[in-house]
């Protein structure tokens, strides 16, 4: 069986690497990270991620900012994206909802956790 593709998209290099090696942990990702919207769109388009994990608040083009360039292009309008942030009230959660995400995981999230959030989040949205 193939891996599924994650891309992981934050800002932080503490929170993507432990992110990443989370993620990596199991042999049911693969996964690859990138530091900025601007760099997950160019990536998303090559690499076609089977899930994106974006995080909120990065500079210069945000999460949201970055899933509109994402729905925007052909390429990467259909792949799923879950929001990774500490903003997670009531109404952000369904602001991020109504832009597109699939679902929301709350930071700071638990590493050993991840991967079961990730799926869970991904089957609920198939439901």
């Known amino acids: ?35 900025s919207g601007e760099e997950a769109v160019p990536l ?4 076609q991620p089977d899930v ?4 909120v608040m990065m500079p210069v ?22 929001f990774v942030t500490a903003r997670t009230q009531k109404q952000e959660i369904e602001s991020y909802i109504a832009l597109g995400a699939l679902g929301v995981i709350p930071k700071p999230f638990m590493p050993m956790e991840l991967v079961q959030q990730v799926k869970e989040t991904l089957v609920s949205a198939t439901r």
Request: hydrophobic residues 40%.
């Open 1 to 35: 069986m193939d891996k599924l593709r994650v891309l992981y998209v934050d800002d932080e290099p503490d929170i993507r690497e432990i992110a990443t090696i989370s993620l990596g942990l199991g042999d049911e990702f693969a996964v690859k990270s990138c530091a």
């Open 44 to 47: 998303a388009k090559t690499w």
């Open 52 to 55: 994106i994990l974006l995080d």
């Open 61 to 82: 083009v945000d999460g949201p900012e970055t899933l509109r360039r994402l729905r925007s292009a052909d390429e990467t309008s259909d792949i799923p994206i879950i």
